[in-house]
T-cell receptor, first 116, second 111 residues
């Protein structure tokens, strides 16, 4: 149980275009979703926290106008990379706390974004 | 959340036990020890967690020292599919807080 489905698993886009990444909680309600970014051979870095029905909270150094987060329902959170540039190429991962106490967090399978 | 220290890499022979250490000397009394792993190009996967008692599940065992300043994740019979980066995370149990990832240990299981 407590599965997060993330799509697409990979995407290639041209510079200047926008890309939307979706994360859906399949069998539980995710009132909170965390968005991470991971560059090659590095650890996961938290970008922002989205909460259903309210504005996302961004970590320092993350541009909120570039990385648009929407959490319109209890089962769907989206990250849109706007006006993508090659330096935005990375592995993006979403995560949600499981509903059961002490069961940790469940992660999406990740999205490999390549901007050319 | 308390900081953790892990060796950057380890090797293990297939079929042998893999023992991955983690130091968390500044851990607080209400902080849990969590272990996750990330296989290449996938999202992290929960393995196990504990507070002060040793824990075991179908994936691994977690041994926490009596002073709770360090712990060891044990994969009893490592397979090639266990090759991954293993992250030790110490945090207060709260569903609203994010996970903070350190560098982790890159475990290479060799035939």
């Amino acid at each position: 149980g407590a599965v997060v489905s993330q799509h697409p698993s990979w995407v290639i886009c041209k510079s200047g275009t926008s890309v939307k990444i979706e994360c859906r909680s399949l069998d539980f309600q995710a009132t909170t979703m965390f968005w991470y970014r991971q560059f090659p051979k590095q650890s996961l870095m938290l970008m922002a926290t989205s909460n259903e029905g309210s504005k996302a909270t961004y970590e320092q150094g993350v541009e909120k106008d570039k990385f648009l987060i929407n959490h319109a329902s209890l089962t769907l959170s989206t990250l849109t990379v706007t006006s993508a540039h090659p330096e935005d190429s990375s592995f993006y991962i979403c995560s949600a706390p499981k509903s059961e106490k002490n069961y940790g967090y469940t992660f999406g399978s990740g999205t490999r974004l390549t901007v050319v | 959340d308390a900081k953790t220290t892990q060796p950057p890499s380890m090797d293990c022979a297939e079929g042998r036990a893999a023992n991955l250490p983690c130091n968390h000397s500044t851990i607080s009394g209400n902080e849990y020890v969590y272990w996750y792993r990330q296989i290449h190009s996938q999202g992290p996967q929960y393995i196990i967690h504990g507070l002060k008692n040793n824990e075991t599940n179908e994936m691994a065992s977690l041994i926490i020292t009596e002073d709770r300043k360090s712990s060891t994740l044990i994969l009893p019979h490592a397979t090639l599919r266990d090759t991954a980066v293993y992250y030790c995370i110490v945090r207060v149990e709260s569903a609203g807080n994010m996970l903070t990832f350190g560098g982790g240990t890159r475990l290479m299981v060799k035939p």
